[in-house]
């Protein structure tokens, strides 16, 4: 049984982080998505190589069809956008987390040109705080490769802490070709987690 249906209609767009702006992702975004998906350097550590441009624009709308209501694998797909351009894609996954509640898996890219400066971490910040404020998820977790140690520290740096390694190969839909770790932060965590006494707000 699965817990009762997500609704990403409640999450208020564009979600702001200090220097990016994030969105859903549209069918007219395939030519920006594919100039860095479609790079090798980009996919060394993702679990498919480079997208060609018919491939991204697969994958755009069967992230649009997952985002609709009552989709039985939730899938909310977005672009990281600067200054108005798109510089990368996000994306949380939900699964089933027991009987009543959902786990939300995160996944991130930086165009290669601006890695390095942090806007990956700003991401990752606001996936979190998104999965908690609006799609009320019992925990967000990542699967990352083991040797990919700069996706680590931006799990690290957004609260995530690393609870499990998984062998290659083990389960998941990516046919993992190196063994993963699994980061989480459960949402009790999450709210104790900010400095000072207050705990978190979720907004
Ligand atoms: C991984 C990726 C998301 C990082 O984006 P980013 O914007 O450069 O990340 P940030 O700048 O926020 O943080 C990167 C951290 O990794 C560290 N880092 C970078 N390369 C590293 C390396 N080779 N070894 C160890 N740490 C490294 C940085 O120093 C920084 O940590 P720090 O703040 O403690 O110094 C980006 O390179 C990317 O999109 N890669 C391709 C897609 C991908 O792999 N996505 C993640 C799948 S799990």
């Known amino acids: 049984m699965s817990p009762s249906a997500v609704d990403f209609g409640a999450v208020p767009w564009p979600v702001r982080t200090r220097r990016t702006s994030l969105r859903p992702v549209r069918p007219d975004d395939r030519e920006a998505v594919h100039a860095h998906r479609g790079l090798d350097e980009v996919a060394t550590y993702l679990s498919r190589g480079p997208l060609d441009l018919d491939e991204v624009a697969e994958r755009i709308a069967s992230d649009l069809a997952r985002a609709r209501p009552g989709h039985p694998e939730p899938l909310l797909g977005l672009v990281i956008e600067v200054d108005g351009a798109v510089v990368g ?115």
């Open 89 to 203: 894609d996000a994306m949380v996954r939900l699964e089933p987390d027991g009987p009543d509640g959902w786990a939300a898996f995160l996944g991130y890219t930086i165009h290669p040109g601006l890695a390095g400066s942090g806007l990956a971490t700003e991401v990752a910040e606001a996936l979190v705080r998104l999965c908690f404020a609006y799609l009320d998820v019992a925990v967000v977790k990542a699967d990352v490769f083991v040797p990919h140690r700069a996706s680590q520290r931006v799990l690290e740096k957004a609260g995530l802490r690393r609870v499990a390694e998984k062998p290659a190969g083990s389960d998941g839909d990516g046919h993992p070709r190196m063994d993963d770790y699994v980061y989480a932060v459960t949402a009790a965590e999450w709210a104790a987690s900010a400095p000072g006494d207050g705990g978190r707000s979720p907004g």
